[in-house]
């Protein structure tokens, strides 16, 4: 079976706090996009398993999130599974790579064992993977709270041009988490006022309202985070803001001219930049 795995972006990202557990407490809008990876997964009556991750740079053995997903959903069953990947998404992004493909290998695993799980038994599995795999299994737009884990879906972002730009510098998200937890943001997104923009089905009043907290908590080393917003909304971008915990950046556009445009200008300056456009799932058959 033969999957494709959309990414995701945060429209707004707002840490509340850290709880007993030592995890933190996470407020997010999410959304897929139809940029992705594809997987080529098969079923092996040998109980082996093998991954080919597309680059050379990713890992060919269970620090695979993919793998770790196979071998999680057939345990017991005496499968194994081959997975092949093309991958497109670039890795240490905020664009959900790992956890969309493992999202995608516990969707095809359920259909071709013919396990049939629902979408919240998946979910639970997922959860055991990483915290934003339970929202790549459900994708489309959706209030994320919790690690991640507590999804609300909420009303389509409407269809719109965006182009995601990734510099060629990974961040590191547990020191961008200890930044956060070592000084109070200054900044907050209006999560709230996205909830009725996307209910009102209004494009700019979303745009307008994006923010990620992390962005508060940037440095000199990570400049090319705020110039590359400034480049996309220069370039038409309605509003820009990282994703994740970066070092992805992304534009929402209201027409495809600029969007276009806006790649050709960006792409010499970035690992990669891509036009794509709003899913309303985390994965296609395909």
């Known amino acids: 079976m033969i999957v494709h795995a959309n990414g995701k972006l945060n429209l707004s990202l707002d840490v509340l706090g ?3 557990s030592g995890y933190h407490d996470m407020r997010m809008v999410m959304q897929s996009v139809a940029f ?37 959903f057939l345990e017991g069953s005496g499968l194994g599974a081959s997975i ?36 919240q038994e998946l979910c639970v599995l997922g959860l055991q993977l990483g915290s934003d795999v339970p929202f790549c299994i459900q994708g489309g737009t959706a209030l994320a709270e919790g690690r991640g884990e507590k999804l609300t879906a909420l009303p389509p972002l409407p269809d719109c041009p965006i182009v995601i ?28 006022g996205i ?9 700019e009043g979303v745009a307008r309202r994006m923010y990620n907290v992390f962005e508060d908590v940037l440095t000199r080393r990570e400049s090319a985070v705020p ?9 038409g971008a309605i509003n820009a803001a990282m994703t994740g915990t970066g070092s992805a950046v992304f534009g929402l556009f209201d027409d495809e001219k600029s969007a276009s445009t806006a790649v050709e200008a960006l792409t010499p300056a970035c690992q990669s930049c891509v036009l794509t456009r709003p899913a309303d799932t985390g994965y296609v058959f395909v």
Do not use: H
């Open 195 to 203: 909830l009725e923009a996307l209910e009102q089905q209004d494009l």
């Open 227 to 235: 110039a590359i917003k400034r480049q996309l909304i220069d370039q």
């Open 36 to 72: 992705g990876d594809d997987l080529d997964i098969r079923l092996t009556k040998d109980g082996t398993f093998f991954i080919d991750p597309g680059q050379r740079y990713l890992p060919r053995n269970e620090k695979n999130l993919a793998i770790q997903a196979a071998r999680l």
């Open 84 to 119: 092949r990947i093309t991958k497109r998404l670039p890795v240490c992004a905020g664009l959900g790579g790992g956890s969309a493909d493992a999202a995608a290998v516990l969707v095809a695993l359920n259909e071709m064992t013919g396990a049939g799980k629902n979408e």
């Open 165 to 192: 730009c990734k510099p060629a510098f990974a961040i590191s998200t547990p020191e961008l988490f200890g930044r956060i937890d070592a000084r109070r943001s200054r900044l907050r997104p209006d999560t709230k």
């Open 18 to 20: 850290r709880t007993d």
